[in-house]
């Protein structure tokens, strides 16, 4: 028998030494780490090199197994009374969660445990298993929630019936048919886990969901597992002449322990039937999985470099149990040969269209805030206050350096003593202030710059003619400052991003004092001034007010600090640079962040953010001609891990052109809802280069699908494509081949009027159509073909 007979694929290639890996030479004496007991090197040599991958993991497993051993000891040595009994090991099996002082001990187990399930080896999840099992019997109610962890053990073990035997126990423990439909789990007399040989083909519907979340996803995972090992037997896959049945050496895959019995009792011609019913099995089961808890299938297969926190608590069918879940059933999915492949084809049909940060439900800032629609009179209930440095003269830089906030990580001008508290600037201009004919534009300053690749946040527009309230204005400096104030606490969601304060900075006189002093009394004499005349800019008054007032709400203070102007020079340059950028908008405008933002970039320089997180050295050995072309007419900045990508995506003014070179993205779902927010709001995103060659056929048509496109994934030839008439306008017609020979990707569902290029079986080679604000590309193209890259060029808006 093959390896992969006695364990999966996963845990068979981790269990030798880790440095070795994957050459697996031949390893006939093996040295155990001495530390976790649970890893195993070829030698001293091979042991000190890996030991910086292992440490943190080996001292964790050490450190919780002293821990172990100590409330252990305790427990063994108390002589016992009225709350615990002595000799509690034989006296307290089965109900060990009840005696409360061997709680302690039941968590440095639990924990001892976990910490194994840090290494993957066959030795470690043993182990662990073992931890566990053993509880389960100290303890049959299982207060810990062992129950949802052991299956997934199991699985990776290979001991699929076992697997499939406890998970049917705990299933139909409380049926009717058995103990009179109530397991009395202080009884000890009474059987536990005592299903053997239960047959794992049989229908699961009628007790599948009484299992939990953990529970029923490796019940999918088994059914899948068994469809996968039993279509290897089906007579119209098999090439071989070996006698019925073949032995699993003749397979690419590894077969499991049930599926090498049951084809065993069978003829070659059964195989089918009980294939296609396999698959009705597991199929339904990912929909019971998806009605349980719609967030799971999705946190399952996204590659994401995070590791989130586990939850304390959670609810059924939340985000909370779907991260819980994730965290005890991944390995196994990840170690069953083929079974992610296979979940992300059939969760395509359960994808859902990607609706973009304002249809957040928790409200969190992702990089870009729609505009705050509501605008409210403010009443007096709710004042900013006057914010002094503790150091005469001190620069707000260097009191507010660049710091990451917020839940995204976004960076921001933080205190340096205080890490709640937020600093924006803020500047109005006016030209012609106090003439016949004055134009007056604001500016502010939400986010900093950081080096090349992170832009600052900048918001400014021309002053409207109107207020907020419809009011007729005539513009002044004035009016400007006191409008870029208001867009400080409008553009950006501060408690989103973890602030409970926000200092607006500004050389405005007249808003610093007007807002902390003059106000008061002008809201308690009814908007009139001392000498009883109407108080100018009443309106935009009124919603600074109104807008302090619901930040107050939100736990949110508003302060204002005069500084002096030299300190305060990129607000004060853009707001008069946006008075020469087209005519005043008559009505009070909410635009979105960033619209009008200006840049730390070279004025007309364009720059191309390619996202290469996969494949970067096989896009600069296949694309090299590519990437020459592109770099003689633009900048290139490049994002190679999860975090570079987040950060400049979510810089500000977003990145204009997004080249996406492989299909790292398409599991990333921060990454690529990011993208899908640029595409949305104005950007070109081209997706092209490797991406076709390493994209399977569930990745493609979620990611399509995400975004809300019909597309799905074609089939893989080579053929003559030829120029649709009409897709591009003269210009480029005269620059891209009419028709040429291409190795591709196809995809189906395209729009006729977005197809560019099409082959032979009406599929669709090069496609560009319009989503949202921005233009969406996609070149099937696998060989980067010189017709190709004309075409890319184009689409990034490079070819002349």
């Known amino acids: 028998m093959s390896l992969f007979g006695d364990i999966p694929f996963g845990l068979a290639a981790e269990s030798g030494c880790p440095v070795c890996y994957p050459n697996m030479r031949s390893q006939t004496q093996l040295l155990l780490c001495s530390g976790c007991k649970v890893v195993l090197y070829c030698g001293a040599e091979h042991q000190k090199k890996h030991r910086p991958e292992h440490k943190a993991a080996c001292t964790s497993i050490v450190k919780s197994r002293a821990k172990l051993e100590k409330e252990e000891a305790t427990l063994r040595a108390h002589p016992g009374d009225i709350l615990l009994p002595g000799n509690i090991f034989e006296n307290g099996v ?56 052991v299956p997934g053990l199991l699985i990776r073990l290979g001991r699929e019936q076992e697997c499939y035997d406890f998970l049917k126990w705990w299933a139909v423990i409380d049926d009717e048919h058995h103990y009179n439909g109530h397991y009395d789990w202080g009884d000890a ?153 296979m979940i992300e084809s059939e969760i395509v049909e359960l994808t859902e269209v990607y609706e973009g940060p304002a249809a957040a439900s928790d409200g ?60 924006a600037y803020a500047d109005g201009a006016c030209s012609d202030n106090g003439q016949q004919s004055p134009q007056a534009a604001w500016a502010a300053v939400l986010r900093p710059p950081i080096g090349d690749n992170i832009h600052p946040c900048i918001v400014s527009g021309r002053l409207e003619l109107k207020g907020p309230f419809g009011d007729e204005s005539v513009a002044t400096s004035n009016r400007a400052e006191l409008r870029a104030a208001i867009a400080v606490l409008r553009r950006n969601d501060w408690r989103a991003d973890g602030f409970t304060s926000v200092v607006i900075a500004t050389d405005s006189s007249y808003l610093v004092d007007g807002a902390t002093e003059w106000v008061r009394n002008w809201v308690r004499n009814g908007w009139k001034t001392r000498a009883g005349g109407s108080v100018k800019n009443q309106d935009l008054w009124e919603l600074f007010l109104g807008e302090v007032e619901k930040c107050r709400e939100t736990g949110l203070e508003v302060e204002l600090w ?11 340059t853009v707001a008069k640079e946006t008075i020469h950028k087209g005519a005043a908008p008559t009505d009070f405008e909410n635009m979105r962040l960033g619209s009008s933002a200006v840049s730390a970039r070279t004025p007309g320089e364009p720059r191309v953010l390619c ?7 096989m896009f600069n050995d296949i694309y090299a001609s590519l990437i020459s072309r592109i770099t003689a007419k633009a900048k290139i900045d490049r994002a190679t891990t999860q975090k570079a990508a987040l950060d400049m995506l979510t810089q500000n003014p977003p990145p204009s052109i997004i080249f996406v070179t492989d299909a790292g993205v398409v599991n990333l779902m921060k990454v690529w809802e990011r993208i899908i927010d640029c595409l949305r709001g104005g950007s070109t995103v081209v997706l092209a280069a490797c991406f076709s060659s390493f994209v399977n056929a569930g990745q493609f048509n979620r990611c399509f699908g995400k975004i809300g496109l019909p597309w799905k994934r074609g089939d893989y030839y080579r053929t003559n494509v030829s120029l649709r008439p009409r897709a591009v306008d003269d210009r480029l017609k005269e620059q891209l081949l009419p028709a040429y020979s291409q190795k591709a990707l196809y995809v189906k569902g395209v729009a006729r009027s977005d197809v560019w290029y099409a082959g032979e079986k009406d599929e669709v080679a090069v496609a560009f159509t319009k989503v949202g604000n921005g233009m969406l590309g996609y070149v099937g193209d696998v060989n980067g073909e010189d017709g190709s890259e004309a075409v890319v060029l184009a689409m990034l808006g490079l070819l002349n």
């Open 189 to 341: 007399s009474l059987p536990y886990l005592d299903i053997r040989g239960a047959d794992a083909f049989e229908a699961v519907d009628a007790f599948a969901s009484c299992l939990s979340l953990s529970q029923l996803v490796i019940l999918a995972l088994l059914k899948l597992r068994l469809y996968l090992d039993i279509e290897c037997y089906d007579p119209q896959y098999m090439d071989f002449g070996s006698p019925w049945p073949p032995t699993p050496t003749d397979f690419m895959r590894p077969i499991g322990e049930i599926a090498q019995k049951r084809v065993g009792m069978i003829t070659s011609s059964g195989v089918p039937e009980i294939s296609e019913l396999l698959k009705d099995q597991y199929q339904a089961l990912i929909g019971m999985v998806h009605k349980k808890n719609p967030f799971f299938w999705e946190a399952l297969v996204d590659t994401s470099e995070d590791t989130p926190s586990l939850p304390s608590m959670y609810s059924p069918g939340s985000v909370e149990e779907a991260t819980l879940a994730v965290y005890q059933c991944k390995k196994a999915w990840e170690e069953s040969y083929d079974a992610i492949i």
């Open 364 to 423: 969190v800032n992702t990089g870009e805030v729609a505009a705050t629609s509501e605008r409210r009179r403010g009443s007096g209930r709710a004042f900013p206050s006057k914010f002094f440095a503790s150091i005469a003269h001190t620069r707000p830089d260097k009191l507010f350096p660049p710091s990451l906030a917020g839940k995204d990580r976004i960076y921001h001008f933080v205190h340096r003593n205080d890490q709640k508290k937020a600093l």
């Open 562 to 572: 005069k500084i002096p102007r030299e300190m305060n020079e990129v607000a004060d």
């Open 94 to 149: 089965g109900r060990f969660w009840g005696i409360i002082g061997t709680r302690d001990y039941m968590r440095a187990r639990f924990a001892a445990a976990d910490a194994l399930l840090q290494i993957n080896t066959t030795k470690a999840v043993e182990k662990a298993l073992a931890h566990f099992q053993d509880m389960l019997r100290l303890c049959r109610s299982d207060n810990l929630g062992i129950r949802d962890i």
């Open 611 to 617: 996202l290469c997180l996969e494949y970067e050295s």
